[in-house]
């Protein structure tokens, strides 16, 4: 038996890649799908582009996500679950560079 969920709350995603990333580096989250059918969409963009992102699934319930930040700024992640925004969706993570940052330091 197949349940669909339409109740967006229930499907949730946590990690370090929803809040923060670094520059040309891999970057993940989770999402926890608490073993619903459905339909998952993630799609991660910065002002200039759509970024690619890998979803890899680890059990029946939990999702991995990587993506690999192309520009410095801020990335907007969005996660649907059947169309629909799950819990604190989109997420916004600032993505930097920290050679660069330090470099502007030095000559500051």
């Not at 929803?18 to 970057?27: A, N, P, Q, S, V």
């Not at 059990?59 to 629909?84: A, D, M």
Request: charge should be positive.
């Amino acid at each position: 038996m197949k349940i669909m969920v339409t109740n967006t709350r229930v499907i949730t995603a946590y990690g370090d890649g929803l809040h923060h990333g670094l520059y040309d580096k891999l970057t993940t989250f989770m999402i926890d799908t608490k073993n619903m059918q459905g339909d998952l969409k993630i799609r991660i963009e910065n002002s200039n582009s759509i970024i690619k992102n890998t979803l890899e699934k680890i059990n029946e319930s939990l999702y991995k996500v990587t993506y690999i930040p192309i520009e410095v700024g801020f990335v907007n992640i969005n996660i649907k679950w059947n169309g629909k925004d799950i819990i604190n969706s989109p997420f916004k993570a600032i993505i930097t560079n920290p050679g660069r940052f330090i470099h502007m330091i030095i000559y500051i």
